[in-house]
């Protein structure tokens, strides 16, 4: 007889093993603001989970327990104030509740009938987003995993749009017959943009960039060329807005007159810049984003709500339907009156992600994010006093908004290749070490630094050991030369 044949036998675990990862994370969460963001043996703690699957399970308690024990070390403390990569926010205390109990709900976002709550709390989630971002109203919108797959939802109407403009369905019909799409962007293209291009069978090499610069400004000028030898074919431009390497935005609002006299739809990727139109301060930087066609952000960036969230909005919200609609016998009608969201985007099984964006709102309001997203633009200003400060960093770019694109530049040393080979290992030991998280990048050529500020938790301390870090394994990366 085996010790655990059957879950509904060991039901009574559920209350018990609730607890103990209730005592874990709180355990986690006491030491996230000091913890080194990667743990010493991280690589050999993942590495220790092996063996084949068990015919004979161990119970929910004793594999919370393994999980725990031998995992911890393994998990990167992202959630974290000091975790500078990839753009990452964590959770903050409502987001955060709000997810647990959408794991304990386990609601399917598909459809009214599948979970009232779920898709009442989306339809007012969207709603706020586009008030937070000052969006038009009439614009429709979905919550997606993440940009990746918001993007996909916003150039899928696109490829809707840009088929009926030759007179064919393409969500029904494919592109047989058609001419190539043509796709115009600037050097700060996201690879999700063209990713997305890729799922989508427009190509990632349709996607053609024009830059006036070695950092990837877009050259509007030559944009404009491009578009006018379309002769009036439909096209889809690509903005962005905040781009991944110094915070940078193309002018939206140029891009849209291109688009409005050439007949383009405007795209504008705005994973993380879109926050920008949060803040007064900030707003001009994504001018003109409210005339675009479709725009995208993550949640789980800036509005720091835990992974997966991501949100579409597009001023036309039949085209989604057209390519996204499923029917069967037991689904609702594509024309139910209620929220169906399932036919907005490309999950029919959609988790309730409306949950935590609702309630990091509801707890915070306009107020409590804008005083996040200043204090965040506050410390990258003064992250990059402290770097302008020192006689060996070297800051390559102004900073536009939440990012500070830098890297280390020792009097004396000026061998493009040697400073490169330089930065490139202090990134590697910067990794290693765990104090602070951030990696390397390359901008304008040379090998940087391009630490992002956009955790709730981060405070000038934090931000402090950016520095102090870099340059205490920078001396010591010198002193092996």
């Known amino acids: 007889m085996p010790r655990v044949p059957d879950p509904l036998l060991t039901k009574h675990e559920t209350e018990e093993a609730l607890a103990f990862i209730a005592d874990e994370a709180l355990r986690f969460l006491a030491t996230l603001d000091t913890d ?41 403390r992202s959630p974290g104030p000091r975790f500078f990569h990839w753009v990452m926010g964590g959770g903050t205390p409502a987001a955060l509740g709000a997810d647990w109990l959408t794991a304990v709900l386990d609601q399917n976002a598909a459809s009214w009938a599948s979970s009232p709550l779920a898709a009442r709390l989306e339809s007012i989630a969207i709603a706020w987003l586009k008030d937070l971002f000052r969006l038009p109203t009439t614009w429709g919108g979905v919550l997606t995993t993440g940009a990746t797959m918001a993007n996909f939802v916003g150039l899928a109407a696109a490829r809707q749009w840009w088929g009926e403009r030759h007179g064919v369905d393409v ?37 053609r960039a024009f830059s ?26 690509i903005a962005s807005a905040g781009e991944v390497n110094a915070g940078d935005f193309d002018p939206i609002d140029e891009l849209a007159d291109l688009a409005e006299r050439y007949g383009g739809w405007l795209h504008v990727d705005g994973a993380f810049g879109l926050f920008a139109r949060a803040v007064e301060s900030a707003r001009d930087l994504a001018r003109g984003v409210e005339r675009a066609h479709s725009v995208i952000a993550d949640g789980h960036k800036w509005l720091n709500v835990p992974y997966d969230s991501g949100f579409a909005f597009v001023r036309d919200t039949s085209l989604l339907a057209k390519v996204f609609t499923l029917t069967a016998a037991y689904l609702p009608a594509p024309d139910d009156p209620h ?19 609702w ?17 965040h633009l506050a410390l990258a200003k003064h992250l990059a006093a402290r770097v302008d400060a020192t006689d060996d960093l070297e800051r390559l770019a102004d900073v536009k908004l939440n990012i500070v694109c830098f890297r280390v530049h020792p009097r004396g040393l000026d061998d493009a290749a040697r400073l490169d080979e330089l930065n490139r290992r202090i990134g590697e030991s910067v990794l290693r070490d765990g104090r602070v998280y951030f990696g390397t990048t390359s901008y304008g050529g040379r090998v940087a630094f391009r630490p992002a500020i956009v955790n709730w938790r981060t405070t000038e301390r934090d931000v402090d050991l950016i520095v102090d870090v870099t340059r205490e394994l920078a001396a010591r990366e010198l002193a092996r030369t």
């Open 212 to 237: 006036r610069d070695a950092v990837g400004r877009i050259d509007t000028e030559a944009v404009e060329d491009a578009l006018r030898a379309l002769h009036g074919a439909p096209s889809i431009v």
């Open 36 to 76: 080194r963001v990667r743990h010493d043996g991280a690589d050999e703690a993942a590495e220790s989970f092996s063996g084949p699957l068990p015919e004979d399970g161990d119970g929910a308690l004793e594999a919370l327990a393994t999980l725990v024990h031998q995992g911890m070390d393994a998990a990167i």
């Open 339 to 357: 929220s169906v969201f399932m036919n907005l985007s490309p999950e029919s099984s959609r988790r309730a992600r409306a949950l935590p964006i």
């Open 359 to 375: 309630a990091t709102l509801r707890a915070y309001g306009r107020r409590g994010h804008q005083t996040m997203i200043e204090r």
């Open 171 to 207: 969500a029904a019909q494919g592109f047989a017959g058609l001419p190539p799409v043509p796709v115009l962007t600037g050097g700060y293209v996201h690879p999700s943009d063209t990713k997305t291009l890729a799922m989508l069978g427009i190509g990632r090499d349709s996607a």
